[in-house]
Each structure stands twice: as C-alpha cells, then as structure tokens.
C-alpha cells in the first residue's frame, strides 16, 4: 500500500511554509518516527518524521518548495510490500558523514563502488571519495603584468587589462572566491584610496521572522510593564533537595522551576490564558509555557506543552530536549504548538533587570534576571538574601493591571514556597 506524506500543522502558523530539505532520497527506507523532511516555518526549522515503516517511492514538492499544511509532498510504500532481499545501497552511517562532509549522495551513488555486502556503500567509500574529491584551487595563470597567479575568470582578466584594474590584491564573490567580470568593474569604478563599501550581512530567515515579529508587537500591542524582586533562597533550597535527597543527576535550573510556577499560576487564574484576535478575546484550553532560547541563526521560542501537567522532573527534562533540538535547528512540529505565555530568562549572562517584547498572540512574556545576592528586610532584621528581579510585560487589550499583578503575585508565591512545585496536582 502506498501512502501519502503530507506537511502537518505546525503551532498556529496559517502561512504557507517552505519544505527545507529532503532527509531520504527516492528508494530509501524510511523507519516509522524516522526524520524525514524539514520545513521552514518562519519561526524555526522544524523536523517531521516519517509515522509509517516503508519506502519514499515518490517526492511531490523538492526541496525549496512553498507548502501548505495538510499538502501531500511525497509518497511511502510500506514495508509490506517490500521484499525482504531489498538492501539500501548507502549505509546509514555513511549517508551522515555525506551530510558532514557536505557530499551529495547522488555524486557518491554515480562514482563508488560500495566495499559493503551486495556493493552496499559504507562510510570508509565515502571517506575516500571525499579525499579523492577535495576542492583544489584552481590553476590560474598570470594576468596582473606581475607575474602574479591570480583566482579569476577569464572575463574579468580580460576587463582588468581593459580597465587598468590590479587583480593581485582582490577577493573575488565567485565560487572559491574567484574574481569575477563583476568584481573587476566595481573595482574600476571606485575612485583611488577609497575604502571599499562593506556587504551586508544578510539577516537569517529566523533573525528576519524575529525582526518583523518584534516590531509588529510593538507597534500594535499596548504593552504595559510590572516588576517585582523575589526571594529565591526556597528555590535554591530546592535545587538542593532535588540532588541531595531525590538524587536528581542534576539540580532543575530556575527556569525550570519558573516554567512550572507561571503554569500553576495560570491554572490559579485561567482568566489570563486567552488571546486578542478575530475581533475578540480566544480563551485557551491548554497550558503551553513558551521558552526563549538563543540559537546561531536567531531567537527561538520552543514550547513545552501542557505544563501544569508535568511534575518538576518533566518540565525539566522537557525544557533540556526542546532546547537540544532548537539549537541543532531539528525542532518537532508540537515543539511550536500553542502558547500560553514566554518566560526569557537573561540572568545567566549577568543581567539584573530587562524588558521583553510580547510574542503575539501571546498575552504576556516574564522576563527573569539573574539570582544574586542582595541586602533585604527579613523578619524584620537586616538579611542578604538571593533575590531575582521579574520583569512581566502585558498586552492591556486582554489583561488590565490589577489581573497582570495578580498574576505575578502568584508567580512569586510559588517561588517563594516553591515544593509546591515538585510534584503534579
């Protein structure tokens, strides 16, 4: 029986997204819960995988292809139509040093001989087509009059000899940085001793998503802006507890604890888990706790799901893996699903206090400093205490002020008495 592959939903997204690449070619097994294509949802770089054992037999939309959740992009044929004398020809271990060496499969298909059983290609034929292939700079011959072997087409040595433009000093935008006609012109063009104008550099899609996300925010949510200091000493007594008494492998980090915290918070008062949109407010019916984590292409805001269900240990073995994937850019489409708020967390970089932009169409995100120690009144003496200062930004068309204290309020009670927080209700 064949199958059809088709895009799943991805979080609220309703644009159409971009399929990324292709993680089996045509003829390749594909195992059930097996990483099978990635898309682009603005947001991230999202992994989906195969849900059948079978065969990619057909690939309806290449990669680089707009898509719609729901499309069909390709087909599977299951497994139990597949003969069992059926071997792949590239070994899975050599398919991954391919993607590392950055080796299209195809070329590797076309000219080696696998060393494998039934000429099966394993990873050491691999090695050595990519040692036989390495990138050797081109041979160029003299073009500057100097004597100078130079990098460049031969277009462009024509124009530098027509335009008197010195090749032996330039770094070509051609492929291994050769000198293309290009270059030479642009370089004619410049008046002598002046500095050459910098390229940009081009935005990320996720650092370009952000950007337009942010500045929409700001310019159409009315945020408004709480702060409050909590004590941590409880929470850090915790963290103890967990290691020394529970024999936690590792102690829950404070964002950990605060993920859990804002989701009882918002069980306590589920007045705060709607949304502004199609012309009203939308009350949610789960409890997603968004995190912000920093990746080499841009912000990310993986969600974990259902947080006020999940005992400390989950949050915290949750928070661990989204933030794995995000930053191995292999985030799973429930790694973006619905949300009831952010939580940002800045401290460990030495920030005390910061104010955080509202991801739409969330209603809140908490921005958390670093826990330090500071002079404060305790029972009525002088004390140095950890402390942390929360910062809570609200969008004021679904949350007016007293609701948005309320809520903090909550948040720092159950720091303060955090063992609440250990366990599911």
Same mark, same amino acid.
């Given at each position: 029986?064949?199958?059809d592959v088709?895009?799943?939903?991805i979080?609220?997204?309703?644009a159409?997204l971009?399929?990324v690449?292709w993680?089996k070619?045509i003829?390749d097994?594909?195992?059930?819960?097996e990483?099978?294509?990635?898309?682009?949802?603005?947001?991230?770089?999202?992994?989906v995988?195969?849900?059948v054992?079978g065969?990619l037999?057909?690939?309806l939309?290449p990669?680089g292809s707009?898509?719609?959740p729901q499309q069909?992009?390709?087909?599977i044929?299951?497994?139990e139509?597949?003969?069992?004398?059926?071997?792949?020809?590239?070994?899975?271990?050599a398919?991954r040093?391919a993607t590392?060496?950055?080796?299209?499969?195809d070329?590797?298909?076309n000219h080696v001989?696998?060393?494998?059983?039934?000429g099966?290609?394993?990873?050491?034929?691999?090695?050595?087509?990519a040692?036989q292939h390495?990138?050797?700079?081109p041979?160029?011959?003299?073009?500057d009059g100097?004597?100078?072997?130079?990098?460049?087409?031969p277009?462009?040595?024509?124009?530098?000899?027509?335009?008197d $433009? #010195?090749?032996?000093?330039?770094?070509? /935008?051609g492929v291994? =940085?050769m000198? +293309?006609? %290009?270059d030479?012109?642009?370089?004619?063009?410049?008046?002598p001793g002046?500095p050459e104008t910098?390229?940009?550099v081009p935005l990320?899609?996720?650092?370009e998503?952000?950007?337009a996300?942010?500045?929409?925010s700001?310019q159409?949510?009315?945020?408004?802006?709480l702060?409050?200091d909590?004590?941590m000493?409880?929470?850090?007594?915790?963290?103890?507890y967990?290691?020394e008494k529970?024999?936690w492998?590792?102690a829950?980090t404070?964002?950990?604890?605060?993920?859990r915290?804002?989701?009882?918070?918002i $069980? #306590?008062?589920?007045?705060?888990?709607? /949304?502004c949109?199609h =012309?009203?407010? +939308?009350? %949610?019916?789960t409890?997603g706790i968004?995190?912000?984590?920093?990746?080499?292409s841009g912000l990310?805001?993986?969600v974990?799901?259902n947080?006020?269900?999940?005992a400390l240990?989950e949050?915290s073995?949750?928070l661990?893996?989204?933030?794995e994937?995000?930053?191995l850019g292999?985030?799973?489409?429930?790694?973006?699903g619905e949300?009831?708020?952010v939580?940002?967390?800045?401290?460990?970089?030495?920030?005390d206090?910061?104010?955080?932009?509202?991801d739409m169409p969330d209603p809140?995100?908490?921005?958390?400093g670093?826990t330090?120690d500071r002079v404060v009144?305790?029972?009525g003496?002088?004390?140095i205490q950890?402390?942390?200062?929360?910062?809570l930004?609200?969008d004021?068309?679904?949350l007016?002020g007293?609701q948005?204290?309320?809520?903090?309020?909550k948040v720092?009670?159950?720091?303060?008495?955090?063992f609440?927080?250990?366990?599911t209700?």
């Open positions: 029986m064949t199958v088709v895009v799943p939903q979080g609220e997204a309703i159409s971009q399929l690449a993680r070619n003829g097994r594909v195992g059930r819960g990483p099978l294509f990635d898309v682009d949802s603005d947001k991230a770089i999202v992994e995988e195969a849900f054992d065969v037999v057909e690939v939309a990669a707009n898509v719609l069909v992009v390709g087909r044929q299951t497994v139509e597949q003969t069992a004398s059926i071997e792949p020809r590239i070994s899975p271990v398919r040093i590392d060496l950055q080796i299209e499969l070329a590797v298909r001989k696998g060393s494998g059983p039934g099966r290609i394993v990873a050491e034929d691999v090695r050595r087509y040692e390495k990138a050797q700079p041979e160029a011959s003299p073009a100097r004597g100078s072997r130079v990098n460049a087409s277009k462009a040595k024509r124009l530098a000899q027509e335009l $433009v #010195d090749l032996g000093s330039m770094v070509g /935008s291994g =940085g000198i +293309i006609a %290009r030479v012109e642009t370089a004619a063009a410049q008046p002046t910098p390229e940009p990320t899609k996720i650092r998503t952000m950007a996300r942010t500045q929409a700001k159409h949510v009315p945020h408004f802006y702060m409050v909590v004590n000493a409880q929470v850090d007594r915790l963290r103890r967990c290691t529970l024999g492998e590792r829950p404070y964002t950990d604890i605060i993920i915290g804002c989701a009882l918070a $069980v #306590d008062m589920p007045v705060v888990n709607r /949304s949109g =012309g009203g407010l +939308i009350q %949610r019916q409890i968004g995190v912000a984590v920093n990746t080499e990310v805001v993986p974990i799901p947080a006020d269900r999940l240990a949050v073995a949750a661990k893996g989204a933030t994937r995000a930053r292999r985030l799973r489409p429930d790694d973006l949300k009831s708020m939580v940002s967390n800045l401290g460990m970089y030495g920030i206090t910061f104010v955080a932009i509202i809140m995100i908490l921005a958390v670093r330090a009144p305790l029972h003496q002088i004390a950890p402390v942390c200062t929360l910062t930004s609200v004021h068309r679904v007016d007293v948005g204290a309320q809520f903090l309020g720092k009670d159950y720091l303060e008495e955090p609440e927080l250990l366990g209700r």
